[in-house]
């Protein structure tokens, strides 16, 4: 008798040391989620490899070829991504003084690395095109605080051509901005043109579209 209820824990242990490190084992692997039913709850089971939800479907890897890829994004950087007859249709379509001046501007924006799309935002945003304001005044793209350069008006930069004025502002982009890690519409405007002059939130939301709108536009053209 005694024989055989050593033999029964015996038995009991044996089952318990084996039976436990499994339990353990089968509930770190079994991963609940959701199966898109509010009354269900499904479980997974894999050794290998992560639980996938059903309503996270695996993505293609697949790259569309780069001379597909349109230039995106608020970064000011890369160069053109507007033509010099695109600018021209823009700045004579609504009456700038500077209409004509496109291939100058899209030259600018070659040599400069500078998005001319950001530059003509700008200039949208500063004076309609140079139809307003001390922009209409000073030749400028930009209304840049004087700062010991060697014409001005009044407070801003005065030049005598708006080519003169375009590349002023290319290069002030390129040293004082780009050159410091400033690279984006959100990184450059409160700079730019800081809260304590301006409302910086709308004028990086209007500066933003607008370039947004004029590289879809001349998308749209190709």
């Not at 608020?74 to 496109?102: E, K, R």
């Not at 579209?209 to 190709?222: D, E, G, I, P, V």
């Amino acid at each position: 008798m005694l024989s055989l209820v050593r033999s029964g824990l015996l038995r009991m242990i044996a089952f318990v040391v084996v039976s436990l490190p499994l339990c353990m084992l089968v509930s770190r692997v079994y991963t609940p989620y959701s199966s898109g039913s509010s009354r269900a709850l499904t479980f997974g089971l894999s050794f290998a490899e992560p639980v996938q939800s059903p309503r996270e479907p695996v993505q293609s890897r697949e790259l569309a070829p780069v001379s597909r890829i349109p230039k995106s994004g608020t970064s000011v950087l890369g160069g053109p991504s507007l033509s010099a007859d695109f600018i021209n249709q823009v700045l004579s379509s609504t009456g700038s003084p500077a209409a004509g001046t496109g291939q100058g501007f899209y030259d600018l924006s070659v040599q400069s690395g500078i998005d001319d799309a950001y530059a003509l935002a700008v200039f949208e945003k500063e004076s309609s095109f140079g139809r307003y304001g001390a922009g209409f005044d000073d030749h400028a793209l930009g209304n840049i605080v004087c700062a010991g350069y060697p014409t001005c008006n009044g407070r801003f930069r005065w030049y005598p051509s708006w080519l003169a004025g375009y590349a002023d502002f290319y290069q002030l982009i390129s040293r004082e901005y780009v050159s410091r890690g400033c690279s984006t519409v959100e990184t450059i405007t409160p700079v730019y043109a800081p809260s304590s002059e301006n409302d910086t939130g709308l004028y990086i939301q209007q500066v933003r579209q607008s370039m947004l709108a004029f590289r879809q536009a001349q998308s749209l053209m190709l």
